[in-house]
């Protein structure tokens, strides 16, 4: 069975398996230190999945099961980020077309990627004027790859600034096919989407554990193993405990999505609270390391460069904090 969208449907080129073991998927790959790309591919695929007509579906799913096109989500903006409302992208209709104008930065496959979710405004402003295209970038005319943008960590991720400059887009395209409802379709995804992120931090939790205790038993100082310091035992205890509620509280979030009855509430705390957790302890067990854990080619090292994104995308963790406030 592929790695690849293994939970798609038979009739559109994929496994059938369980929602389950999709999420299973993606805590092994994160803890082989798998680039987020295959995630966003999944995440982007789901909106066709979810939201797409059947001549959609049958069109695109087969293609981004096989490998075929690699899919990416382009909706963050320069002048706006968590805040999708304020989105400047705008597709114009033209008769059997739209004409889309606008740019898009920190997009994860918008290098390599060739189907490409876009969120643009086709009414005024709010939310009620957003709506989500489809878009098979190869050889578009009036699409360009801007930058590739260097970051401090996931080397093996690409990540692009997009441009759209009058680009005409069949209006078969939009995706589900009607007007004003892409953000309704981005709140919809939110619970899957905050959990492919919540569920690899649990993840890397539990992965730069085992490295650190196996590390430390073998590491000697002042002639004896670091895990036999107190203050190395007690830190040590401190982080297996928060892995261990934190691989409890992702795994009761994702029996309620798998249920159906995953709140946004719930999964908005999954993802900042889960990604928190990610980044203290991976910065804890670097300092074990000592030295040799600033070193790329150790892994703890890259964990620490790519887990500080983890609280940025997908919703910044501050943001998320706000919303779950409102309901209190």
């Known amino acids: 069975m592929s790695f690849l969208l293994p939970e798609m449907p038979e009739t559109y080129g994929g496994a059938g398996a369980s929602l389950a073991y999709q999420l299973v998927v993606q805590d092994e790959l994160a803890k082989a230190e798998m680039p987020v790309n ?29 490998g075929e096109m690699l899919a990416a989500i382009a909706m963050t903006e320069p002048g706006c980020g968590s805040d999708l409302k304020a989105i400047s992208t705008r597709a114009r209709r033209d008769g059997d077309y739209y004409v889309i104008d606008g740019a898009k930065t920190f997009i994860t496959n918008g290098f390599t990627g060739n189907l490409l979710i876009v969120a643009a405004r086709t009414s005024g402003a709010g939310s009620k ?41 069949p209006a078969d395209q939009l995706l589900g ?4 409802q892409g953000f309704g379709q981005l709140m919809g995804a939110l619970p899957y989407e905050r959990m492919v992120i919540a569920v690899p931090a649990a993840a890397v939790i539990d ?10 038993k073998q590491r000697k100082i002042f002639g004896a193993p670091l895990f036999d310091m107190q203050t190395t035992r007690q830190k040590l205890a401190e982080m297996a405990t928060i892995a261990h509620v934190v691989r409890s509280f992702v795994n009761d979030c994702t029996q309620r999505l798998l249920d159906g009855t995953l709140d946004n509430e719930a999964a908005y ?3 900042w609270w889960c990604t928190e957790q990610q980044c203290r302890v991976v910065d804890e067990c670097l ?4 030295g040799y854990g600033y070193m790329a080619e150790y892994p703890i090292a890259r964990m620490y460069a790519a887990s500080r994104v983890q ?14 406030s409102r309901n209190l």
């Open 38 to 66: 295959i995630a966003v591919h999944t995440i982007a695929s789901h909106y066709i999945l979810d939201f797409g007509t059947e001549a959609q579906k049958q069109r695109w799913l087969p293609k981004v099961t096989n």
């Open 129 to 169: 004027g957003v709506s989500l295209f489809v878009l098979e970038t190869e050889n578009l005319p009036g699409f360009r790859v801007g930058r590739l943008l260097e970051k401090i960590g996931m080397q093996a991720s690409d990540t692009a600034e997009l441009f759209f400059d009058s680009v005409r887009v």
């Open 177 to 180: 096919s009607v007007e004003g």
């Open 207 to 216: 992965r730069a554990l085992e490295l650190t205790i196996e590390y430390t």
């Open 269 to 271: 705390m999954a993802k």
């Open 287 to 290: 300092q074990l390391f000592g």
């Open 311 to 324: 609280k940025i995308y997908g919703g910044a963790n501050e943001v998320l904090k706000d919303l779950v």
